[in-house]
């Protein structure tokens, strides 16, 4: 039996790398595999929000990042995988939504300011599609009736949006009838955020990234650019694993993806460390195989899927229908609520049924 239903998305951009697997999709996969409903959505339309000048590589990058689900473990049979842009109602739901929000609402949202922030971008200019990119995942998540929302710390303001958008709509529409939409509930993702390699926030645009479909020498060629602790230049030098705010070191990233991917073996490696009896350079090296061995049946899943387009191509075809029809389905409850179904009302002045035609 179901636990219940998670709506989950990534904006397509290309292939994924280790900070996206270990924040969200290495929780989707747990979830699918403990008995949740996923639905798991390309979030195209999203993408415009930012970047609606140049969407030469949208088709390419979706296709790169539902390799990459596929092969860290979604399975089509279980998850549904679709696209957003081929289901309409998102589009309509997002319209009537935009009706329950003030413009005030929306901009106090903490990322938007974040956004506005880190994309040098003017108050004053941005778009109306950027300002309601909010709006737009409150329909997204109610749309199919999630019951939770898998997210990092950052994105429950959007989940409380959600929630709030629900309220409204189910308190102004369903007055007489059954509350269309249920309140979902944010599902924090326990490991949320892995730094980059260089100690920064991990980014493709950057560089500072090891992708799901590296190969061992690419994994080793990365990890050599990692950052340490400055001041264990010699292996005798005793290390700092940890940050030490004192003077600036905000942790070794090598033991970061220890505590990851060698839960078992990071606090020994800490006492080397910390006593002198380790080097970076194998500890690094040492690192960078364990990386290799834990992405290889990501990477080997992901090349069976590769070497097969149709099938993959199918797959979000069927993702997509499976999702129209919840969605549609969600659709008429709302619009019945609404009353935007002229198609069912009485047109004034016609003559009762029975006397029609005589
Ligand atoms: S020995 Fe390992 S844990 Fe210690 S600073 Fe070097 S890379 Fe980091």
Known sequence: MSRGRILSGMRPTGRLHLGNYVGALENWVRLQNEGWQNFHMVADWHMLTTGYEDTSRIQSDTWDMVLDWLGAGIDPERSVIFVQSQVKQHAELHLLFSMLVSKARLERIPTLKEQIRDLHLDEQTI???????????AADILLYKATHVPVGEDQVPHVELTREIARRFNFVYCQDREPVFPEPEAQLTAFARLRGLDGSRMSKSV????????GPEDILARVKQAYTDPKKIRATDPGRPEADPNDGHGGCVVWEYHRKFNPAGAEEIARQCRAGELACVPDKKHLAQILADALAPIR?????????????????????????????????????????EPGKAEVPGAAPHGERGR
Do not use: C, F, W
């Open 127 to 137: 778009s109306y599609g950027h300002l309601g990119y909010s709006v737009l995942q």
């Open 207 to 214: 560089g500072n990234t090891i992708l799901l479909s590296d």
């Open 300 to 340: 080997e899943r992901r090349a069976r899927y590769a070497k097969d387009p149709g099938l993959v191509r199918d797959i979000v075809e069927a993702g997509n229908r499976r999702a129209r029809e919840v969605a549609e389905a969600t659709m008429e409850q709302v619009r019945e609520a609404m009353n935007l």
